[in-house]
């Protein structure tokens, strides 16, 4: 009896899904033949005589292909596009590169250099290492130079320091250039 209950079953089960299928499909196709046969033809259609159902069903596929078609290149010009500002990138880029390279090649003609160039007081007070830097370069056969390294020293007389003390009134702060980027 158990053996039997179970082959019923599997035959119900079974039968279940084909019988869907096929009605799914047989509603598919039905409803896309009324969804043609209700198509209005454009001016420059004859209407259909007496199409038969296969006709219909033709004509239906044709204009699925065609649409299809019509989206298939609408991406490949989407892709070429694409295509075109890659190009288009690329040759900026490459002049990017050779700008880079020109500024490279201009380097050797700039190096850095020590020296000890004292900075002078500007009207407000602070040190004016510009200058220094300027002098320090000009004087290893430079245009220009910008201080890279900056020395600061406390300078005192002599009876300061003869006198047990490391720092007074008397005594000035001082900054120099100590290393520039010539060019």
């Given at each position: 009896m158990g053996i039997k209950r179970t082959l019923t079953l599997h035959r119900n089960r079974g039968a279940g899904p084909c019988a869907l299928a096929f009605l799914?499909?047989?509603g598919f196709v039905l409803m896309s033949a009324v969804a043609i046969a209700q198509d209005q033809p454009t001016p420059t259609q004859k209407p259909p005589q007496s199409e038969g159902f296969l006709a219909t069903i033709n004509r239906w596929f044709e204009k699925q292909s065609a649409n299809m078609s019509s989206s298939f290149n609408d991406a490949r010009k989407k892709v070429e596009g694409l295509s075109s500002a890659a190009g288009d990138a690329a040759k900026t880029t490459v002049e990017g590169a050779k700008d880079a390279a020109g500024a490279v090649a201009r380097i050797p003609a700039a190096r850095a250099i020590s020296g000890h160039e004292?900075?002078?007081l500007a009207p407000n007070g602070a040190p004016d290492c510009v200058a220094a830097a300027n002098i320090m370069c000009?004087?290893?056969g430079f245009d220009s130079g910008k201080s890279l390294d900056m020395t600061t020293a406390e300078v005192c007389p002599a009876k300061v320091y003869m006198s047990g003390r490391s720092s007074g009134p008397e005594c000035t702060t001082?900054?120099?250039?100590?290393?520039?980027f010539c060019q």
């Open positions: 799914f499909a047989t004292k900075c002078q000009k004087g290893k001082e900054t120099f250039v100590s290393r520039a």
